[in-house]
């Protein structure tokens, strides 16, 4: 139901954009991400972005990683500048349902990876 893409190989300080599109309907109520892991490490939120444009970043990616989305085409990005090698990761997308008011995450989908290598 996502489908994400845009992986590769690039050398340090290089760039790559992530796509992930959504291929089911889903509530205007949502938040899109994009998350990391590492072999033999825990998946780290890289950032997300609400239905109504609000981004977040973890403090490593601020000022190279940009999320942005179409809500028309249920689609997230992730244009990710100056690379390092410390981003070499697989990198999946995810959109989390909340009710009307906010108050509850209804539920969340999830992306295959999509592996991004950064030579040094």
């Known amino acids: 139901q996502l489908q994400a893409s845009g992986g590769g190989l690039v050398q340090a300080g290089g760039a790559l954009r992530l796509s992930c599109a959504v291929s089911r309907s889903i509530s205007s109520n949502n938040i899109m991400a994009w998350h990391r892991q590492a072999p033999g490490q825990q998946r780290e939120s890289v950032a997300s972005i609400s239905s109504n444009g609000r981004p977040n970043y973890i403090n490593s990616v601020k000022g190279r990683f940009t999320i942005s989305r179409d809500n028309a085409r249920n689609t997230v990005y992730l244009q990710m500048n100056d690379l390092k090698s410390d981003d070499t990761e697989v990198y999946y997308c995810?959109?989390?349902?909340?009710?009307?008011?906010?108050?509850?995450?209804?539920?969340?989908?999830w992306g295959q990876g999509t592996l991004v290598t950064v030579s040094s």
């Open positions: 995810s959109v989390h349902i909340y009710d009307s008011t906010w108050s509850r995450q209804l539920t969340d989908y």
